[in-house]
């Protein structure tokens, strides 16, 4: 009895000591998740920022790389992703290729827009082979290797054919100028119809040779100027086939191309003839042993080719001003447009007793020199011989009394910018202005 007793008694001490503790295990998680759920609103994580695929920084990074080699850029990764993204800057309108080596993969195949910009994305790891071909640039090829998600930048520029143009001339100095071109269509010739498109470069002409080196394979305008007045300038057209690859001419003598300048310089004397057969005069002019103005305006100039092109010339003319106002001459015409003129006024003149200088372009006339002549006014009311001495860019002028010989210099015309280098020489009448001339005669250099 007394065991049983004991037995209960310890049994209920084990109890009651099994409680205590699975109170007290209680108590301490539930101070622990106490602590655990206070961290927790404390430290609470910071909201994920959304950003795109391809940032515009990455792609600004991407532009300005040139380097040939991988450079890593800024873009967001992630772990899960195995794949890459790779930028590459080459030049716009390239054909670019993108060909890995894994087995039966395909190659990509992109043409870089404006900003030279291609990117690939989603490219599994691994080593490729990236080329590039643009007409008139040399082909490019790199090999890479892609590492897994990263994000890359990779400049391929380019570097343009160069070709070289060798010209044959009959002129041993001057100079070419040169300028890229769009093809327009043909002329009636078949020769080039071409549009300058940029700036234009000079190179020298020596021993009758010019060599045009560093050109890209394009359409160039060619223009020749001769430094001898005597030769016309020519402007010419060159295709991209005339071109010649620099390495090619560089084992030989370069191909030429012969171009001859045209020589047109007046060397004969132009008579003195009042015949319709050697003038081309404005209408209602008069033509009759003498040339009369008949107050209308205009130019009159010799009709034959032979007498358009003097260079250094002098000018004789006997002039009577009918209505004392103005008689005029031009030299150094290019054309009814473009040309010299000078002109002498009488007593009823609105600016009397002067000599005045004008270069005419494109019709439109800027006064360059102007002399009183009030010293030579009773030679002006009278018959005067006129004479004009033309070298270079300096006219001097005399007048001289026809019956007396009594005269002397009217001064010095002096064109800075040297306009026109050659041309003819004839005469110029105004509104309301009548004169004529009786003689009338162009040499050469001098006539004396």
């Not at 301490?28 to 940032?55: A, F, G, I, M, Y």
């Amino acid at each position: 009895m007394k065991g049983k007793s004991f037995a209960l008694t310890a049994l209920i001490f084990c109890g009651i000591v099994f409680w205590a503790m699975t109170v007290q295990v209680a108590a301490q998680l539930d101070v622990e998740n106490r602590q655990s759920l206070t961290e927790k609103s404390t430290n609470k994580p910071r909201p994920k920022t959304t950003t795109s695929k391809k940032p515009k920084t990455a792609r600004k990074q991407s532009k300005a790389e040139t380097s040939d080699s991988l450079k890593k850029i800024s873009r967001p990764k992630n772990p899960a992703v195995r794949t890459s993204y790779l930028a590459v800057t080459t030049e716009p309108r390239a054909k670019v290729l993108l060909v890995s080596d894994r087995p039966n993969s395909s190659p990509i195949e992109r043409i870089a827009p404006s900003n030279g910009i291609i990117e690939f994305d989603k490219l599994p790891p691994g080593d490729y082979t990236l080329s590039a071909s643009l007409d008139g640039f040399n082909p490019r090829e790199a090999d890479l290797s892609i590492p897994p998600s990263d994000s890359l930048a990779f400049g391929f520029k380019l570097e343009a054919e160069k070709y070289q143009l060798s010209l044959q001339t009959n002129i041993s100095e001057g100079e070419v100028r040169y300028a890229p071109a769009d093809f327009v269509g043909y002329n009636a010739d078949r020769s080039l119809k071409l549009r300058e498109k940029g700036g234009y470069c000079i190179v020298p002409i020596k021993n009758n040779v010019a060599v045009i080196t560093g050109m890209k394979k394009d359409y160039y305008t060619i223009d020749i100027r001769p430094k001898e007045v005597k030769y016309e300038p020519v402007l010419a057209g060159i295709a991209p086939d005339d071109l010649e690859e620099e390495e090619e001419a560089s084992t030989g003598s370069p191909e030429s191309y012969q171009i001859n300048l045209p020589v047109k310089e007046s060397t004969e004397q132009f008579p003195n003839s009042w015949t319709n057969n050697e003038w081309n005069l404005p209408s209602g002019w008069g033509l009759r042993n003498k040339l009369s103005t008949s107050g209308l305006p205009g130019i009159g100039l010799p009709r034959s080719e032979m007498y358009r092109y003097y260079t250094d010339f002098e000018m004789i003319a006997s002039v009577t001003l009918s209505d004392k106002r103005t008689a005029g001459f031009v030299f150094r015409a290019v054309d009814a447009q473009n040309y010299y003129l000078l002109q002498i006024s009488g007593a009823n003149a609105a600016e009397p007793y002067r000599v005045t200088g004008y270069v005419v372009k494109n019709g439109k006339a800027e006064q360059i020199f102007s002399n009183p002549i009030d010293n030579v006014a009773s030679i002006v009311n009278k018959q005067f011989r006129l004479t004009i001495r033309g070298k270079d860019n300096v006219f001097r002028l005399y007048i001289e009394d026809s019956a007396t010989g009594d005269g002397g210099e009217l001064g010095n015309m002096v064109d800075r910018f040297s306009n026109f280098k050659k041309g003819a020489v004839g005469i110029a009448g105004s509104a309301n202005s009548n004169f004529e001339v009786v003689f009338f005669t162009v040499c050469y250099r001098s006539c004396r």
